[in-house]
């Protein structure tokens, strides 16, 4: 039975308005909707560019609405976390007065049998506006704006920037060799996989020679030795970005095991300071208690299940000038 | 814009089980799929000249995540390759470009997605105008909702046309193709019901492309593409008549879809019912036109996959003796970007 | 196979943020400047393809959708590839495929990234702590290329110092160090042991154009007095990501990419008959790494080019005349910038950058862990070796 990791990511991105971007989104904090106007249209959502030639359009901005006509609608019983209201709701063509072409948003009508084709329906505000579409928390029913609250003031500034997440969970398989290979990390052992064809050895249980694609089974499992050689590493100062967990220097290496070709990549050092990391260092390996719980990392400068790392056997360095050369 | 001349003919495709959720990774799928595809040809990987993937980041939750795809297609010694962050379909439209330049003879694409690993409704509004539809969570659903309501308004379709689309594709027989009984049924988003849905599908899709001699040598009748083109429109729907779909118009005519004999089948890229009868009345598809007889984007549909597989089942009238068929793959909110493919049979 | 040339290339000014445009508008800033080399505006053009690093760099996915428009692709095929750091190239090679399948005359091809909307070091890591960065990845390969070669270390301290001074001659370089020198170098953090922080790229945004079109256009761009870049071959190889002996140092996939375009160009000796190249580097030890690879210098030898400055303008053998990545890293567009300066260089149109002379010259791009390889020669005629 395959089993299967969850892993939640929130994208962080903070993007730049432009000049066009940046007048419509600081109005929205004043409650006034724009449209850009290009030879007889006014186009809303407003434009930097002409939506079929592509040429630029400029900096024509004239006010539309806050009133509209329903154009086309589909009714949302279930909303998504992303969606703009958290009950059941419209998401609406909406073509405000004075528009050439609609603005997608939603409508809060409460059922579907409210809206149609032809309705009218103005903005719902929000009381704190940043310069955002979803200013506008919603449209609503009828001629008059709204405000969801004591009215907040409009930006201080011009509002150049918009700061966008989007939070997505994602079920990923683990495969049955790569489980048994950190299963076995429990029990203290290294589990790789020989290819029967070329004998080349796949540490962390990958299920398959890359060299000659074909699947590798429980049947090419091999065990190997838990000692090996600093082949090369680097030492990283951290830098910081969301979700950034280290905050000093810190070194991955990349350990030969003995007797054989195999490379266990991008490794953590254990009781080992990063500055005593050298090429040639014997190491063995660390595996956590059978009952630890760790947090599964990815590929690389993860731990592979219990595996935490590797530290100094204390033995005389290995003297081999081509050990640095095996990275992978 | 000219009809590259040389010869260049499907030969083969293989596909994964089309499954809800499948447990391999997308490199164990593609591993399996290109083994799949180059046995029966009696073909290694050493045989493959060209390589390009189609797949997608943000299906996959993971930037790069192709990269570990290379491990699939046996680049080693290294292959020429690329990827497209596109369907597959885009994927042979590269390959087929590529043995044009005629120094080569034989290229394999994939297309391949695991739709199972995270939630449509989340993942597809970043594809969307990042200023003012993403932030409103705007997802596919809701587009096609959208569009199905004007293409009915267009009298293109109707409800009870779009359920019998749902039926036919996928081959429900007895009580669930009780028409009457899917249309008593509630809306999912108006006017579109379960039934106009996809189903979330992982599945990896694998071709191969050859040149003309090439191809003769290693089947007795491959599939050439006569002609494949591909369109895009502007991407918020806001600027567009969504009872229309003008990209697919050019790609067809640019693919000579209308130069030739008719087509006796049409593999089309219709993920929500009303779309297959948007794009058959684009294409001018006439009544006697078999559209879709594999079930379609209803069926099963693997993302980054389904376009080539409607190619490869295009491929699959001709290899059966079939004469002309046309294949069609989309990306984008409404049919925003559309791909023809046109392959034939000789005798 | 169709003859492809260059006739237009456009860049944007590189920085560390562009706040003063929005992406779309980014983008735009290149393909004007790039139809206006060409004398040519957005209906002049058949197709578009467009390249960039991971879409969640930028949070928008497959946002060739969204640019459609703003490329004035509507109507038109849009291409998009993405082949990791070497997309750019990549993107170059697939729009002159367009036009040697004999499928479309005039092509543009864009690549950009705006690495300022997100965060690269979180996206590598895909939002997980303790990412390495490209730095951490790439590191082991030059310790292993030091230990190899027994390069001293200032080689990696003289090149960050040369393309910093070429980049102070281009105007749309990001990083300008007017007071960089060896010493500074040498003072700057140590990043990713064995790579100090100046031998390191930036993080830019920025976008590149290129407008290709076939024989007739490079012949009518000629005849208009607006010299052509001939594209004299390209080639792609892509290797896997690691098994048992892979030599990242000196990877197969580049040896191969780099015989397969010297043998499209009648290039058998490539340091004698290329004029210069536009190398991929990110770090100032790829310069070296590069150099061999490419067989511009034997096994243990490039370092010694460089050394001897025979890398910088004015030398024998001029590498990122432009500033290359070490100058400016918009990451998507870094390959196409490589390309495209390779172009401009046979054009003669690259000002205080330009090598006398120049007939021929090489643009390389390269990404994931040193796996992916374009390349293109361009020349300044089709048949620069008579």
Known sequence: MTRFVENTITFPYRRSLGPLLTTFMTALTEKRILGSRTGDRVLVPPMEWDPQTGADIGLDLIEVGPVGTVESWTWVPSPSAQHPLQKPFAFAFIRLDGATTPLLHAVDAGSPDRIAKGARVAPRWKAKRAGRIDDIACFVLGTEPEVDGPDGPPAADLVTMMDYLATTTYRNPVPVAADRAIAATREGRLLAQKCPQCDSTYAGGRGYCVLCAVPLGIEHEVDLPTVGTVTNFVVITPVQYPGQTE??????????????????????????????????????????????????????????????GWTATGEPDVDDPDLVNRIF | MATPSKDIAIVGWAQTPMVRRTEQTETQMLMQVITDLLKPLGLTRADIDFTCLGSCDYITGQAFSFVSNLDAIGAWPPKRDSHVEMDGAWALYEAWLRLQEGDIEIAVVTGSGRSSTGDPALIYPMEMDPFFLAPLGADPLTFAALQARAVIEAGIADERRMAEVSVRSRGRTGPKADIDALLKTDYVREPLRRHDLPPITDGAVAMLLATGDRARKLVKRPAYITGFDHRTECHNPSFRRLDDSPSTRIAAQAAGLHDGPPVEIAELQAAFSHEELLLRHVLELGPDVRVNPSGGALKSNPIMATGLSRIGHAANHVFSGGRRALAHSTSGPCLQQNLICIVEGRS | MIPCAVVGVGQTHHKTRRHDVSFGGLVR????????????????????????????????????????????????????????????????????????????????????????????????????????????????????????????????????????????????????????????????????????????????????????????????????????????????????????????????????????????????????????????????????????????????????????????????????????????????????????????????????????????????????NSQYFSMWVVGNSLRPFG
């Open chain 3, 29 to 368: 800033e290149a393909v004007f400047r790039a139809l206006e080399d060409a004398h040519m505006t957005m209906r002049d053009i058949d197709a578009v393809v467009l390249g960039k690093a991971p879409d969640l760099f930028e949070g928008v996915m497959k946002p060739e959708l969204y640019l459609s428009d703003a490329l004035g692709a509507v109507g038109k095929p849009m291409f998009r590839v993405h082949t990791a750091g070497s997309v750019g190239g990549t993107t170059a090679i697939v729009a002159a495929s367009h036009i040697q399948a004999g499928k479309h005359k005039r092509v543009l091809a864009v690549a950009f990234e705006k690495q300022s909307e997100g965060n690269a070091q979180f996206a590598l890591g895909s939002g997980k702590g303790a990412s390495l960065g490209a730095g951490g990845a790439f590191a082991p390969f030059i310790r292993a290329y030091i230990h190899r070669s027994g390069a001293p270390e200032h080689i990696g301290w003289k090149v960050a110092v040369k393309d910093r001074q070429n980049a102070l001659k281009n105007p749309y370089a990001h990083l300008k160090l007017k007071d960089i020198s060896i010493e500074k170098v040498k003072a700057s953090p140590m990043m990713w042991d064995p790579i100090r922080f100046l031998e390191s790229c930036p993080s830019s945004d920025g976008a590149c154009a290129v407008v290709l079109t076939d024989e007739e256009g490079g012949k009518a761009a000629a005849a208009d007095g607006r010299k052509p870049a001939w594209i004299l071959g390209t080639s792609s190889r892509s290797e896997p990501p690691s098994f048992p002996g892979r030599d990242p140092v000196r990877p197969a996939a580049c040896l191969q990419c780099a015989d397969d375009v010297y043998k499209q160009a009648g290039i058998t000796n490539p340091r004698k008959q290329l004029s210069m190249a536009e190398l991929y580097v990110p770090f100032s030890w790829h310069e070296a790494i590069w150099l061999e690879a490419h067989r511009i210098a034997e096994p243990g030898e490039g370092w010694k080019m460089i050394d001897r400055g025979e890398t910088e303008i004015g030398g024998a053998f001029p590498i990122n005349c432009s500033g290359g990545v070490l100058s400016s890293n918009p990451i998507g567009a870094s390959g196409l910038l490589r390309f495209a300066e390779a172009a401009n260089q046979v054009r003669g149109v690259c000002g205080e950058t330009q090598v006398d002379g120049a007939k021929t010259a090489l643009g390389m791009a390269y990404g994931a």
């Open chain 1, 247 to 308: 905050t000093e220097p810190f070194v991955r290496m990349f350990v030969l095991v003995d007797g054989t070709h195999v490379i266990y990549g991008y490794q953590a050092a254990v009781d080992l300071p990063w500055d005593q990391v050298r090429v040639g260092l014997r190491v063995r390996a660390v595996f956590a208690p059978a009952s630890a719980d760790l947090e599964e990392v990815g590929a690389m400068g993860g731990n592979l299940g219990n595996l935490l």
